[in-house]
Nanobody, 121 residues
Framework: QLHLVESGGGLVQAGGSLTLSCTAS????????VGWFRQAPGKEREILGAIRWSADSTFYEDTVRGRFTMSRDNAKNTVYLQMNSLIPEDTAVYYC??????????????WGQGTQVTVSS
């Protein structure tokens, strides 16, 4: 069982940056791949990308590639999502989730509660 907590959301102007954190209290967090997702009002949840447990592999969806960067510090049980060049269309609730397997389309087993990101124009 993992308990994930996202933090770092807030209000930012277009062109600005935010860094989200996803933290778990369980040491086994280091054994999991972590994906970042978001859900905007009236839209389906979409995956943004994921980072492998060893951080030696990541993937990003086209909507955020080149603007968002994932990293992790397993000693701190934390995964980060650095978001740059934010645009109003990035406004959404952002979630992290954990999966034991590493593959596109994998089922994520554990989810955080989400953190709101609002980008003003």
């Amino acid at each position: 069982q993992l308990h994930l907590v996202e933090s770092g959301g807030g209000l930012v102007q277009a062109g600005g940056s935010l860094t989200l954190s996803c933290t778990a209290s369980e040491r086994t967090f280091a054994d999991y791949a972590v994906g970042w997702f978001r859900q905007a009002p009236g839209k389906e949840r979409e995956i943004l990308g994921a980072i492998r447990w060893s951080a030696d592999s990541t993937f990003y969806e086209d909507t955020v590639r080149g603007r968002f960067t994932m990293s992790r510090d397993n000693a701190k049980n934390t995964v980060y999502l650095q978001m740059n060049s934010l645009i109003p269309e990035d406004t959404a609730v952002y979630y992290c989730a954990a999966a034991r397997a590493w593959a596109r389309g994998v089922r994520y087993e554990y989810w955080g509660q989400g953190t709101q990101v609002t980008v003003s124009s």
